[in-house]
């Protein structure tokens, strides 16, 4: 307990620094993303690099990624940390790792991993233009029949389409509106869409 607690308080202090894109932190966090012996250390690296415009962040991804692609417990946390970057362009970011290797539609932890982590990033689900939110709605239409329980998981990220700013629930609720019409969906999914829209 107390060393997680000091390993979590050293990692914050680590991103606070980070935040003043100082060099020599950068190349810090960077050799602590790549070199330290401790993975939740690695990741919390990964994680800082993951917001930065720096060529550190895209070698310590390819490093880490190199070094623990044959783990895909591992290889989540490495998912995980893209989609959950605050940054512009993290839909864009995700949607080129859906086409990579360590990733597969089939597998709910990997599904979990990249798409739920982006559906609970606000910059990139919650994006102006309502990109996030097709691309959600798409990979639901995607897995429903496969995988109708990670489906319905990643429906509830509309479910609380009223708490947001009436341009985003117009986008939301119009999303639900496209599910509702599938003649396929499963019940599990096709639940969470009545009642959200019902609400």
């Not at 790792?97 to 599904?111: G, I, S």
């Not at 990249?114 to 910059?123: E, S």
Request: charged share 25%; glycine share 6%.
């Amino acid at each position: 307990g107390a060393t997680m607690g000091k390993r979590e308080l050293k990692n914050l202090c680590l991103s606070y620094l980070a935040a003043t894109d100082n060099p020599k932190v950068l190349s810090h966090v960077f050799r602590q993303a790549v070199k330290s012996k401790n993975m939740t250390d690695q990741v919390a690296a990964l994680a800082i690099l993951g917001e930065k415009d720096t060529v550190l962040r895209d070698r310590a991804f390819r490093i880490f990624e190199k070094k623990w692609k044959k783990f895909p417990t591992i290889m989540d946390k490495w998912l995980a940390v893209q989609a959950s970057a605050k940054r512009k362009d993290v839909l864009k970011t995700v949607r080129k790792l859906t086409k990579h290797p360590t990733f597969t539609f089939k597998n709910p932890n990997r599904v979990s991993s990249l798409i739920g982590v982006f559906a609970a990033n606000g910059l990139g689900f919650h994006a102006k233009d309502g990109s996030g939110y097709r691309f959600v709605a798409d990979v639901i239409l995607k897995i429903d029949s496969t995988n109708p329980m990670v489906a319905g998981g990643l429906t509830k990220n509309f479910a609380r389409w009223r708490d947001f700013m009436p341009a985003q629930q117009k986008l939301m609720r119009a999303e639900l509106i496209r599910l509702s019409k599938q003649k396929k969906l499963s019940p599990n999914t096709a639940e969470v869409v009545a009642k959200s829209l019902k609400g």
